[in-house]
């Protein structure tokens, strides 16, 4: 699943449409933004009638239970079911999973120092730095790309 977002309708009863993006967890696992929350992906089920890849998504802040399904269908990804949180969404914990995303991409893509590429993103970042790894974590992340 690659960083991608879409517009699609939400699965409760509204017709309120949602935007979400797929990022990667520092271990290389799926991630779903959605509306300022993180979900992990639990679980996939496929169906062989239908072509579509069933994907159960689950908030990773501690001790929310709430869920959220999509369905893949030739690569695309469709939000058929969502729920309101006890707690409010994190947008700057989002952005910072966004920037170590992004420092990987860049280190796998350009030719740039370690210590000039996290530098960039600690200053281009200031209010998510407080959720970003220390510096130094940054920097071996960079060299193990």
Known sequence: MSASSANVPSGDASSVTSSFTFLKTQKGEDMLKLKGYLYRCKNKVASLETGEVKHYWYCTANGCKVSATT?????NHRIVKERDHPHPGNAAKCKAIEVQNEIKKRAREENIGTASLVQEI??????????????QSLKQTVKRV
């Not at 369905?71 to 690569?75: E, F, L, R």
């Not at 200053?123 to 510096?135: C, E, R, T």
Request: charged share 10%.
């Open 71 to 75: 369905i893949q269908k030739n690569g």
């Open 122 to 135: 600690f200053g281009n970042n200031p209010n998510v730095a407080p959720y970003l790894p220390k510096q």
